[in-house]
């Protein structure tokens, strides 16, 4: 199991140069990857290639692109040539995002996200490969090629519900999963994606498991300050159900907090789940978590 980081807000005046130095500290340290979430702030693309350009030997991934608004043509070119400028360091992760951003902010229609998602494979995982995409779906279509040298990224996709599961497995490369416990991975996540890529003949996919991390005397205290800063995804649909189907009451509940010795154990077990990477969100404790978290890898 490979292990990376979640690169966390930057909170400064040059966000760019915060992140490149997260980046060049995360490969220092010997992480395998880092991830960049793409919410509100800095584009995720835009800023791996600009800020982690100039760092080699790490794998730099998107937790996630929004697929809305950006057609797949024009994502696929942007990520292509971020993919270029990073050596070939890219692991593209996308998600359809959530109802209350796509139809209360962006104001398109989040009707039957999982055909959404599929179409929009459909076009750009030929333009990721090289190749050319000519599909005319319900909704998404395309014919077209791009010529950008270095084709080949992995694409992998936020996918917790069964269809996109399916999706994740049968098309892509694997999953960037969040919020989402060792027992729902093990029971839900694992198995569904593993048949999927069986039944349509491709490699085993990768799971990327990300989750909050603190080492620390005072687990509980821990969880509720989790609680308290990732509340907002136990209100998400997608999230909470995750989180119901672990029998987590909130994000606290599937955070990996307590001294050395259990959080390492904690991570440990996940690799005898499935998990292919896990990737820790540090949240607390700072210098004492990323100093366990260094011994795992």
Sequence with gaps: MRVGLFLNDPKGADPIA?????????????????????????????????????VPGIELGTAVVPTYPRHPAALAQQALTANLALGGRLALGIGVSHQVVIEHMFGYSFERPARHMKEYLDILL???????????????????????????????????????LELAGSMADGTVLWMTGPRTVEEHVVPAITRAAERAG??????????????????????????????????LPSYRAMLDKEGAADPGDVAIVGDEAAVRA??????????????????SSWERTRNLLKTLL
């Design 126 to 164: 030929p333009l990721a490969r090289g190749e050319k995409a000519k599909v005319k779906g319900e909704t998404l279509q395309a014919d077209i090629r791009l010529n950008i040298p270095g084709a080949g990224m992995p694409v992998l996709i936020a996918a917790l519900a069964p269809r996109m």
């Design 266 to 283: 904690q991570i440990e077990a996940l690799d005898g789940i499935g998990v292919t990477d896990f990737v820790a969100a540090e949240f």
């Design 18 to 54: 915060e992140l490149r130095e997260s980046i060049a500290r995360a490969a220092g340290d010997g992480f395998a990857s880092a991830w960049l979430s793409n919410i509100f702030g800095l584009d995720a693309i835009t800023t791996l290639a600009v800020a982690g350009g100039q």
């Design 202 to 235: 491709r490699p085993a996919p990768r799971v990327v498991c990300a989750l909050p991390v603190c080492v620390t005397d005072d687990p509980e205290g821990a969880r509720a300050r989790a609680a308290e800063v990732f509340s907002a995804y136990g209100r």
